[in-house]
């Protein structure tokens, strides 16, 4: 499988995402800069970590108008895979290509620790290959991870089991403990309709090898492996 | 640039009043601990965007873009801003 991993001025989880993905799972993947227009010949797009353009007027609102990221609408729209980690999950709701908002912690904190997530309902080729209420260990690292989105946009988030990862304790319960950035309803990560973008705070390619304490991370590229594997067999 | 004027724009974004608002929350409980007797605070940026254009509603209408489609996140925030003619010293 072939992995385009887009870097934009001040992002810095490129490297994590192209040694996961490669030097541990044995994938093809290429860092492609922000003004690369062609996504032929790639599987799966990766928006990963970090501070686009510094953060600056407000995380991702930048990086959104870079000529990449009509490329990476038209391979959406087609429905090629695309995650946003973090960083690039605040681009993809400051695009438009998922609903919502990323706002500053409501602890007004830089949190850098590790999470557990909950997987909820909701078909996705990100996170098809983890069960239903299975929980994962997987690390945040955010100043403005705080989900948010109005009364309406929520509930058909929820009703159509578009809300993928949820923070929950270490026993799986979604408490307001174990919820590190004041996010509506817990929500870690969310997919778009038709379930082929999921944009999630937590970064998976973090969580790559036991040296960094944990693999859990896997579970996502190993899913949307096995599914580019379903589509070419 | 687009005509023969210049402005300049006073932007205002601030989050919308259904939208929670921390920062504001802790500058409020700091000004309280200054003795202010303060009611309660919201936070939100300042711009100021110089800009030609042909007249008045020419440059509104481009502020009012530059609002809705990057200045501004509408799913959060809500703007305001005044534009105003200045003057330059333009030879011809």
Same mark, same amino acid.
């Given at each position: 499988?072939?992995?385009?991993?887009?870097?934009?001025?001040?992002?810095?989880?490129?490297?994590?995402?192209?040694?996961?993905?490669?030097?541990?799972?044995?994938?093809?993947?290429?860092?492609?800069?922000?003004?690369?227009?062609?996504?032929?010949?790639?599987?799966?797009?990766?928006?990963?970590?970090?501070?686009?353009?510094?953060?600056?007027?407000?995380?991702?609102?930048?990086?959104?108008?870079?000529?990449?990221?009509?490329?990476?609408?038209?391979?959406?729209?087609?429905?090629?895979?695309?995650?946003?980690?973090?960083?690039?999950?605040?681009?993809?709701?400051?695009?438009?290509?998922?609903?919502?908002?990323?706002?500053?912690?409501?602890?007004?904190?830089?949190?850098?620790?590790?999470?557990?997530?909950?997987?909820?309902?909701?078909?996705?080729p990100w996170a098809d290959d983890?069960?239903?209420?299975?929980?994962?260990?997987?690390?945040?690292?955010h100043g403005d991870g705080n989900?948010?989105?109005?009364?309406?946009?929520?509930?058909?988030?929820?009703?159509?089991?578009?809300?993928?990862?949820?923070?929950?304790?270490?026993?799986?319960?979604?408490?307001?403990?174990?919820?590190?950035?004041?996010?509506?309803?817990?929500?870690?990560?969310?997919?778009?309709?038709?379930?082929?973008?999921?944009?999630?705070?937590?970064?998976?390619?973090?969580?790559?090898?036991?040296?960094?304490?944990?693999?859990?991370?896997?579970?996502?590229?190993?899913?949307?492996?096995?599914?580019?594997?379903?589509?070419?067999? | 640039?687009?005509?023969?004027?210049?402005?300049?724009?006073?932007?205002?974004?601030?989050?919308?009043?259904?939208?929670?608002?921390?920062?504001?929350?802790?500058? +409020?409980?700091?000004? *309280? %601990?200054?003795?202010?007797?303060? $009611?309660?605070?919201?936070?939100?940026?300042?711009?100021? @965007?110089?800009?030609?254009? +042909?007249?008045?509603? *020419? %440059?509104?209408?481009?502020?009012? $873009?530059?609002?809705?489609?990057?200045?501004?996140?509408? @799913?959060?925030?809500?703007?305001?801003?005044?534009?105003?003619?200045?003057?330059?010293?333009?030879?011809?």
């Amino acid at each position: 499988m072939r992995f385009a991993i887009i870097r934009f001025p001040g992002t810095w989880s490129d490297r994590d995402c192209h040694h996961v993905l490669t030097g541990v799972l044995g994938q093809n993947a290429d860092i492609l800069w922000h003004r690369e227009t062609d996504l032929s010949g790639y599987d799966a797009v990766v928006l990963p970590g970090g501070f686009s353009y510094g953060d600056y007027l407000r995380c991702g609102a930048i990086a959104r108008f870079s000529p990449v990221m009509e490329s990476v609408t038209r391979f959406a729209s087609r429905g090629g895979p695309v995650i946003g980690i973090c960083n690039g999950f605040q681009v993809l709701c400051e695009s438009g290509l998922l609903p919502g908002a990323l706002m500053r912690n409501e602890s007004l904190q830089f949190r850098c620790e590790w999470t557990h997530l909950r997987r909820e309902g909701g078909r996705t080729p990100w996170a098809d290959d983890i069960g239903e209420g299975e929980v994962l260990r997987i690390p945040i690292s955010h100043g403005d991870g705080n989900y948010f989105a109005d009364e309406a946009t929520l509930a058909t988030l929820e009703q159509s089991g578009r809300v993928v990862f949820r923070y929950v304790d270490a026993a799986g319960r979604a408490t307001p403990g174990a919820n590190p950035n004041g996010s509506a309803h817990n929500i870690a990560g969310i997919i778009n309709a038709r379930g082929n973008v999921l944009g999630m705070m937590p970064h998976p390619e973090r969580a790559g090898e036991q040296l960094v304490g944990g693999v859990d991370g896997n579970r996502i590229w190993e899913s949307i492996m096995k599914e580019s594997l379903a589509v070419v067999g | 640039m687009t005509g023969g004027r210049r402005f300049l724009a006073k932007v205002y974004v601030s989050l919308k009043p259904t939208v929670n608002d921390p920062e504001g929350n802790t500058i +409020a409980g700091a000004l *309280g %601990a200054l003795g202010f007797n303060v $009611e309660g605070v919201r936070s939100g940026r300042f711009f100021q @965007v110089t800009l030609d254009a +042909a007249d008045g509603p *020419g %440059a509104e209408k481009q502020v009012a $873009e530059m609002c809705s489609r990057l200045l501004a996140n509408p @799913v959060i925030e809500t703007y305001t801003f005044e534009v105003a003619e200045v003057q330059t010293n333009r030879l011809s």
